[in-house]
């Protein structure tokens, strides 16, 4: 029986349930911080503990309706990568930040595929899907990640560049890719289902431009920090709003709100006042992330999602490793970058879920499966690996930060 069970509708227990989850969050960071693990590993394995599938201290309705505030923190972190996007940044990048990008998606989208069709002999309509979902990366715990270690420099400029236009790549790659899918299963969508959401996109992406010139506008020198960020929030949840009305995802569209914003105003005090705001949050959206977990689900996932999870790796470490080279970046980035893209949910969930729609019930039933598992796996496994290329590639100046206790 869940602990809050009872009442689980009334205000009461869903209040002391998220007491519960921040403080089971709070505590548990001091046990990873004693073998100096990031905090994000730690929320995710104490949401795994605490949710449904195996202390069930939190019920399944609570969990389920929660999404919220997973838009919530998305928004806020692509808000946020959106400053690593400034003209003078990417000028120091170049056009090499486009081919890494590239190479390292299309790189574990091409061997996920290769490796599912040639190893499983799965049908090729869903080796293609499970490829293209494979391309995505999720910003949310290299981004906390790298602000728990006080990261800068070079290296964390390109990573978080890569990470950013990374749901870019995997939005064109699905659309592609359920094209092909569609016309082999003749009729189960039409080309209005692929053309729309890429209509969808760029007006989210005008929307997200639109949006920022308007906050520019109301930003006056005299407005007070409490109204900046509330101004900021309503922005943001608009977009995210508008964005879930045509299914489509927000993190694109609130990257763009950030880069047009900090392009046209240079105001860096907006984004350190979010960064302040938005703590508990992260906290709520990675416990929430190790609560989804179904553990009856990996026995499902079976060995293709095992080879899956590694097979991603593995081509998004050799795409980066080859692109960095081919591009001329420095020996840091090149060895270390792949170690940064190894987490994955979000964009992925999504896409997951439209590809079941797409597929036969089994085949869609079994691709959401690994997703979702595999996803949970990248965000335990994916913070440690960010941590251990933040502080190899020296974007770490003070090591001693790494040990402290927050």
Not at 3 to 20: K, N, P, R, S, Y
Not at 273 to 284: G, S
Not at 330 to 356: E, T
Not at 391 to 401: A, E, F, N, Q, Y
Request: proline residues 3%; hydrophobic residues 55%; positive net charge.
């Amino acid at each position: 029986m869940a602990l809050f069970q009872v009442e689980m509708e009334g205000t009461a227990g869903i209040l002391l349930a998220l007491c519960l989850i921040l403080l089971a969050g709070f505590l548990f960071t001091r046990v990873t911080n004693l073998f100096r693990l990031p905090k994000v590993t730690g929320y995710i394995i104490v949401g795994v503990l605490i949710g449904p599938g195996v202390m069930r201290l939190i019920p399944a309705g609570l969990v389920e309706h929660m999404d919220f505030v997973s838009d919530i923190a998305l928004a806020c972190i692509a808000f946020g990568v959106g400053k690593f996007f400034k003209v003078e940044e990417l000028k120091k990048t170049g056009k090499g930040i486009f081919v890494i990008t590239v190479a390292e998606s299309l790189t574990a989208g091409f061997l996920v595929t290769a490796v599912t069709r040639l190893l499983f002999g799965t049908s090729l309509d869903f080796a293609l899907l499970l490829g293209a979902v494979a391309t995505a990366t999720a910003p949310a715990s290299t981004i906390m990640t790298i602000k728990q270690y006080h990261a800068k420099g070079n290296f964390v400029r390109i990573l978080l560049q890569v990470v950013a236009l990374d749901d870019a790549v995997c939005l064109l790659a699905f659309s592609l890719a359920s094209a092909v899918v569609t016309a082999d299963f003749g009729g189960a969508l039409n080309g209005k289902d692929v053309v729309l959401p890429l209509v969808y996109n760029v007006l989210a992406l005008v929307l997200g431009a639109s949006c920022a010139l308007i906050l520019k506008k109301i930003m006056t020198p005299d407005r007070s920090k409490d109204s900046r960020l509330i101004l900021l929030l309503a922005g943001l949840l608009g977009i995210s709003g508008l964005c879930a009305l045509v299914d489509v995802s927000p993190l694109l569209a609130c990257m763009v709100f950030g880069a047009v914003y900090i392009n046209t105003t240079k105001d860096k005090k907006l984004i350190h006042q979010l960064d302040n705001f938005t703590p508990p949050l992260m906290a709520l959206f990675f416990i929430e992330s190790g609560m989804k977990l179904d553990i009856d689900s990996l026995k499902t996932a079976g060995v293709i999602g095992i080879v899956y999870f590694i097979t991603r790796i593995v081509g998004k470490y050799a795409g980066a490793w080859l692109s960095c080279r081919a591009v001329h970046m420095d020996k840091n980035v090149a060895d270390y970058l792949g170690f940064g893209l190894v987490p994955q949910a979000g964009v992925s969930i999504g896409l997951a879920a439209l590809g079941q729609r797409i597929l036969p019930p089994e085949v869609g039933k079994q691709l959401l499966t690994i997703i979702l598992s595999s996803s949970v796996l990248y965000e335990m496994v994916g913070p440690a690996c960010a941590k251990f290329a933040i502080l190899r590639s020296g974007c770490v100046k003070d090591k001693t930060k790494h040990a402290e206790i927050q």
